[in-house]
């Protein structure tokens, strides 16, 4: 529940995930100092919780197995995704608004730190060298 709570926070930029995760906390804190090889999972959300998040959205057309393959393969616990195509856009929006102005009629891929996105990245070619790069930041923290 913990991991899925600061994934919402982090998709949805809404404040009442990250107090219900800091509630979690706060009851479980004890236990968990005791015993933290029984809370990975727990574990795993507090660093996502405490960042620095990168979370990347593809929007315009639907996602190609292709373009994902830079990401394939390796433990990228800090990034979160999500995809906003045309279909679904409009849905994705009520969730998730800071991606409503993210709109392509082409595929681009938006990357944001801290809620704050830099400019959006298109043409297939540059989309895989900025998710290689992504992936190399990763390995740079000790992931990937």
Not at 31 to 55: Q, R
Not at 101 to 121: E, I, K, Y
Request: hydrophobic share 40%; net charge negative.
């Amino acid at each position: 529940m913990a991991l899925n709570l600061a994934h919402l926070f982090y998709l949805t930029g809404e404040i009442r995930y990250r107090e219900l995760f800091e509630s979690l906390a706060a009851a479980f804190g004890s236990e968990i100092k005791a015993h933290p090889a029984g809370y990975t999972y727990f574990l795993s959300a507090l660093e996502l919780m405490e960042g620095p998040v990168t979370t990347i959205v593809f929007a315009g057309q639907e996602v190609s197995r292709g373009v994902l393959h830079p990401l394939k393969g390796h433990f990228l616990p800090l990034v979160v995704w999500l995809s906003r195509d045309g279909a679904d856009g409009r849905t994705v929006s009520l969730i998730a608004p800071f991606t409503d102005a993210m709109t392509s009629g082409d595929l681009s891929l938006h990357c944001c730190r801290d809620f704050a996105c830099s400019l959006p990245v298109t043409e297939k070619e540059n989309i895989e060298k900025r998710l290689e790069q992504l992936v190399s930041e990763e390995k740079g923290k000790g992931y990937g």
